[in-house]
């Protein structure tokens, strides 16, 4: 994963482009308080069911995408926001391709 150069207009959704049958990433930055992630999936990609011991929070940029957390099913698209609460079991799938920010708090 490469960093975003800093103190530069960054167009998002053209930091991490789509491959056919993948999962890509690209870490826009990341500190000791916590990280920001770019995602692209695929259409049918997904994160099976997992925890994290932070709240993250899951901006959709584009696309459509399903997650999960602790057993509710969120239908999300281009604009919606989401935060995953530390500890709660979560999962998302593509249900279009999309690509997500993911904004995870450490401190």
Not at 1 to 25: K, R
Not at 85 to 103: N, S
């Amino acid at each position: 994963m490469s960093t975003a150069p800093s103190s530069e207009i960054l167009n998002l959704t053209g930091l991490a482009d789509y491959q056919a049958g993948s999962i890509v990433s690209r870490q826009i930055t990341k500190a000791e308080g916590g990280n920001v992630t770019l995602f692209a999936f695929d259409e049918g990609q997904e994160l099976s069911e997992h925890t994290a011991p932070f709240d993250a929070l899951v901006l959709v940029l584009e696309g459509e995408v399903e997650i999960k957390i602790s057993g509710k099913t969120f239908l999300m698209k281009a604009d919606d926001a989401i935060i995953m609460p530390a500890g709660q079991p979560h999962a998302v799938k593509a249900v279009k391709k999309f690509k997500m920010l993911l904004t995870m708090i450490k401190a």
